[in-house]
């Protein structure tokens, strides 16, 4: 079974700040994916990020970065340069078995707030 | 091309009342699953469906439903609403395959049971 463990309920940060975001995972799975997804207060689910656990860098996308230490099992999501646009919830979800069909597992997730 | 699209957006039933939630994804992607998101949580897996025809339980699947006749649709049935039940309730797709990792999300329904 997979889990994933978000141990931040909110953070704060200043405007054109960086930003870590914490989410560790447990799996017993020798291949899976790490995900990272935004929800604003409209309430959709937005797609950031993704780490292959065999990819040999971490993932970037733009602005979001996701510092992959397979070790420690810790897929921090780190935000450079914070914009008041970026206040949102912020989970981390995890999928085993990457060959198969297993489901996304999800985090309870962080409250980033922006602050100008 | 809409995505997934889910609907109703909004609905309030009566407990005991019974409907079902619609969902519909027009890029012919094998798998689609449904989660619930409880206040101030994150999303729990209630059902998936890995093609047409095959469906398989989630986390928590109790008191819903469903069904997948299509490729493309992939509604969700409560049968007898409890308060229990009320949630956003989010769609989401995957192609599958080799490097098909996203999974795209449908705006959800918020459903409010009194």
């Known amino acids: 079974a997979q889990k994933i463990t978000q141990t931040q309920p909110g953070m704060f940060v200043q405007e054109k700040e960086a930003v870590t975001l914490d989410c560790t995972y447990d799996?017993?799975?020798?291949?899976?994916?790490l995900f990272w997804y935004k929800q604003p207060s409209s309430g959709e689910m937005i797609f950031l990020i993704y780490?292959?656990?065999?990819?040999?860098q971490n993932a970037t996308e733009g602005r979001y970065s996701l510092n992959f230490q397979k070790a420690r099992k810790s897929a921090n999501l780190v935000i450079s340069a914070s914009q008041l646009g970026d206040s949102a919830m912020y989970f981390c979800a995890m999928r085993g078995h990457l060959s198969g069909n297993t489901p996304l597992v999800f985090g309870k997730g962080t409250r980033l707030s922006v602050i100008a | 091309n809409a995505g997934v699209t889910q609907t109703p957006k909004f609905r309030i039933l009566k407990i005991g009342q019974s409907m079902t939630l619609q969902c519909t994804q027009d890029?012919?992607?094998?798998?689609m699953y449904w989660y619930r998101q409880d206040p101030g949580m994150g999303l729990k897996l209630i059902y998936y469906s890995v093609g047409a025809g095959i469906t398989d339980k989630g986390e928590v699947p109790n008191g819903y439903n469903v069904s997948r006749s299509t490729t493309e649709d992939f509604p969700l049935r409560l049968e007898l609403a409890a308060p229990s039940q009320t949630s956003v309730y989010f769609c989401?797709?995957?192609?599958?395959?080799?490097?098909?990792?996203?999974?795209?999300f449908g705006p959800g329904t918020r459903l409010t049971v009194t």
């Open positions: 780490q292959g656990s065999y990819d040999q």
């Open positions: 989401a797709s995957r192609k599958g395959g080799q490097g098909s990792h996203e999974q795209y």
């Open positions: 799996t017993s799975d020798p291949s899976y994916g």
């Open positions: 890029m012919n992607h094998n798998y």
